[in-house]
C-alpha cells in the first residue's frame, strides 16, 4: 500500500493545525456519531461508554494528527497503547464486536466530513494527506480492536476467573474444594467474611451486557479491595464475595462501607451489601445466607443503599424467621389487604406518630378523614394502632408484609 507524500505546509495555521485547535469538540460530535449513538440504540445510559472512550478518543486523536502534521504515520504499536486497554474493557463486557466496528466506522465518517468541510480549496493536497492518515489509522484500530477481542475471548484470564467462580460456588454449597482450589490456582483460606451483594434490579433490554461490566467493575474493585484475587459468584445483579479473614471478629469495616458506596456510584443505581460471620470454611453455607438475606432485607424494605451487619436489622431479621409467632403477626393486619387506603394510613402513623397533622399531610386528607381511617385499623384488627405497645406491634406485622406479602382479598367497598 503506497502512502500519500506529505505535502509541504504553509506558514499559515495548517489544516492539521485548525484540526488540533477543533480536536475537543470534533471528539465530543465524533464519540455521540459512534459509540453516543449506539449506548441510545442498545438501552444503555448515556454515561456507559463516556467515562472509558471519550478520554481515549481526546488523547489517541491529539496524538494521531502531531503525528500528521510531522508528515509520518501513526503506527499500528502506538494506536495499541490507546486503543488496546479500551477493547479489552469491551470484549470482556462482551460488547458486540460488530456492533462496536461500526460504530467506529460512524466516527470515522464524522472525522473525514469534519475534514472536508475544514479545508480550504487551496489546500487539496494537504486536505489527501491528511484523510489518507487517517484511513491509515482506522486501518490499524480496526485490526487492534479484531486482535484483542480474539485474545480475551481465548484467554487463560477468563478460564481462571471460571475456575474461581466454581470454587467458589463449591464453598458455598460445603462441597469438597481442594481439587478445584488446585485449578483455580488459588490458595484456600480457613476463615471467610462473606459479603452477599444486592442490587437494584433494573428492567433493560441490555441487561446482559451491563452485567457483564458490572462483573468487572466489581471484579477490579476488590481486587484491590483484598490486595490479592478474590473468589466471587456475582451474576452483575446478586451475588457473594468470600473474604479471608484471620479471625471471627473482623475489624477493617470501613472498607466493606467503601465497597458498597463504590458499587452504588460505579452501577448508578443502589447496592446493598450485607455481611455475614466470618466462619471457617465449613461454616459457609450458613453464613452466606446470612449475608444474603440481610443484603435482600435491606433492599426489600427500602433501607438506603450501603453496607448491612446483623446489628443494623436484629429485629427486621428476627421477625422473618419461620414459625407460628411470623405467621400470627403477619394475620393481624390481614384484614386491612384489601383496603390499601388503611394500610396507607397506618404505615404514614407509625411514621409521624401523634403528629395527625403532618400524616394527613402527607397523605393529603383531612385530619378528621385521619382519624377515621385509624379507627377502621382498629376495629377490622382489633388492635389500636395509638397505642405505644400495639403500634409496635403493627409495624412488625408491616415488615412481614413488607417482605412476604399476602394474597389480598376481595373486601367490601370502604369509604374513605
Not at 352 to 376: C, I, M, W
Request: charged fraction near 25%; aromatic fraction near 6%.
Amino acid at each position: 500500500m503506497c502512502a500519500a507524500p506529505a505535502p509541504a505546509l504553509s506558514s499559515s495555521p495548517s489544516l492539521v493545525a485548525r484540526m488540533r485547535t477543533r480536536w475537543p469538540q470534533i471528539a465530543q460530535r465524533m464519540f455521540d456519531a459512534g459509540l453516543g449513538r449506539t449506548a441510545s440504540d442498545a438501552d444503555l445510559p448515556p454515561e456507559h461508554f463516556a467515562a472509558e472512550v471519550l478520554p481515549t478518543i481526546h488523547a489517541c486523536g491529539h496524538a494521531v494528527l502531531h503525528a500528521v502534521g510531522e508528515g509520518r504515520e501513526y503506527t499500528r504499536a502506538e494506536v495499541a497503547e490507546f486503543v488496546v486497554p479500551v477493547a479489552e474493557r469491551h470484549a470482556e463486557d462482551r460488547f458486540p464486536l460488530p456492533t462496536l466496528l461500526a460504530a467506529m466506522h460512524q466516527s470515522a465518517k464524522y472525522v473525514l466530513a469534519e475534514v472536508l468541510s475544514l479545508a480550504e480549496p487551496t489546500e487539496a493536497a494537504e486536505r489527501d494527506f491528511v484523510i489518507s492518515r487517517l484511513m491509515d489509522f482506522l486501518m490499524h484500530t480496526n485490526i487492534v480492536v479484531v486482535e484483542t477481542y480474539t485474545e480475551v475471548q481465548h484467554s487463560v484470564h477468563n478460564a481462571a476467573r471460571e475456575a474461581r467462580r466454581e470454587l467458589c460456588s463449591a464453598l458455598l454449597r460445603g462441597l469438597a474444594a481442594n481439587e478445584l482450589a488446585a485449578r483455580a490456582d488459588t490458595s484456600l483460606a480457613d476463615r471467610y467474611t462473606p459479603l452477599a451483594i444486592h442490587i437494584s434490579p433494573e428492567a433493560t433490554s441490555a441487561a446482559s451486557l451491563l452485567a457483564h461490566r458490572r462483573i468487572r467493575v466489581l471484579h477490579r474493585m476488590l481486587d484491590r479491595l483484598t490486595d490479592s484475587t478474590t473468589l466471587a459468584t456475582f451474576d452483575g445483579f446478586t451475588g457473594i464475595v468470600l473474604i479471608p479473614s484471620t479471625d471471627s471478629a473482623d475489624p477493617d469495616l470501613a472498607r466493606y462501607r467503601t465497597l458498597a458506596a463504590e458499587l452504588a456510584e460505579q452501577f448508578g443505581t443502589k447496592a446493598y451489601v450485607g455481611q455475614g460471620r466470618a466462619v471457617l470454611r465449613a461454616g459457609l453455607p450458613a453464613a452466606s445466607e446470612e449475608a444474603t438475606e440481610l443484603a435482600a432485607l435491606a433492599r426489600l424494605l427500602g433501607r438506603p443503599s450501603g453496607y448491612y451487619r446483623l446489628d443494623d436489622l436484629v429485629l427486621e431479621f428476627q421477625l422473618t424467621r419461620p414459625g407460628p409467632a411470623r405467621d400470627n403477626l403477619a394475620d393481624r393486619i390481614s384484614p386491612l389487604l384489601p383496603k390499601p387506603h388503611l394500610l396507607e394510613a397506618l404505615e404514614a402513623h407509625l411514621r409521624h406518630g401523634s403528629d395527625r397533622k403532618s400524616a394527613a399531610a402527607e397523605l393529603q386528607v383531612h385530619p378528621n378523614t385521619f382519624t377515621y381511617r385509624l379507627r377502621r385499623v382498629c376495629e377490622l384488627t382489633g388492635v389500636d394502632p395509638t397505642d405505644p405497645a400495639n403500634s409496635r406491634l403493627l409495624a412488625a406485622a408491616l415488615t412481614i408484609h413488607r417482605l412476604f406479602p399476602l394474597a389480598t382479598g376481595a373486601g367490601e367497598p370502604e369509604p374513605s
